[in-house]
Each structure stands twice: as C-alpha cells, then as structure tokens.
C-alpha cells in the first residue's frame, strides 16, 4: 500500500476516533455525539445543496464559453467539505472548515491549479518530437488554419460525401 494512502485510509480515521475518544474523556460522551450528528449534518447540507448550485454556476459559465475552472475547483472543495464534515471526527472536520473558509479555499484552488497547469506542460512538452541530440525539432509545432467543423454522416455507398446531421 502507497504510505499516502495507508495514511489517508488508516492513520487519520485512528486520529480523529482519538479525538473523538478525549473529547468524551474531557466532557460528557453526549458532547461528543452531538458535535458529530452537528457536523454530519452540515455536510449533509453541502453536499446535497451546496453541491448543486457550483454545478449550476460550472455549466452556465461554460454555456457562455468560459473556462470554468475557479468553480469547477470550488465545487469539488465544497464536495469534499461536505464529505469530511459527514466522516465523524475533530481533524477531519478542521480540514473541511478550512476548505470552506474563502481565502484558505482559494489558496488550495490556486496550488491545484497550479499543480495541473506544471503537469500538462511536461507531458505536452514530453510528447513533442525531439532530434536526435534531445532538442526539440524544427517541425514540433504543427500550426494549421482552424476552420468550421460539421458533423456528418457518412454515405453507406463509401463516397465520402454526407448529408449533414
């Protein structure tokens, strides 16, 4: 197993049920259940409405010919919010309270952007023909005029010419 994963799947649930173990030692066990029914609760709330209104806010930006990444990124924060606030301990919830604070969210988007942005550069430029001696050769780029395209259907009598759909 992957040490990210061992320590997503199994270290932090053992530290937010320890949390959830000193809590009810500190106060009465009733505390500690009702912060994690109020938590579960609230991420119940933001993955059934929450979610759905950024998903909303994606397509109408995209419907305008946008790039929808900042409310792509924020509605998978959102999601993920919701997630861990459902998942019942005091660490997961503190990570989801700082996806949902606006600044700290807006760092996490900025970093993920960021991360993807370096990843498709290196594969782009990974798959781009190289020369002989490792540089990059005269004919990497192919640059050709964009033109209109129109979906058609082809001829079963293999004459390459459709009517359009």
Sequence with gaps: MPPRLFFVLVLLPLADLASLAWLSWQTHWTVAIGLVVAAGLLGAYLV????????????KRVSH??????????????????????????????????????PTRRF???R????????LI??????????????????????APSRPSRIEEIDPRGRGEGRSI
């Design 122 to 143: 290196r594969s782009l430029s990974a798959m781009a023909r190289r020369d002989d001696h490792g540089e990059f050769s005269d004919d990497a780029v192919v640059d």
């Design 108 to 110: 996490i988007r900025d």
């Design 48 to 59: 059934r409405w929450v979610g759905p209104r950024q998903f909303h806010a994606t397509v």
């Design 112 to 119: 993920i952007s960021r991360s993807i942005e370096e990843r």
């Design 65 to 102: 010919g946008e790039a929808p990444a900042g409310e792509l990124l924020d509605g998978v924060s959102f999601f993920a919010a919701g997630v861990l606030l459902i998942s019942p301990g005091f660490l997961s919830d503190a990570a989801a309270l700082a996806l949902l604070f606006p």
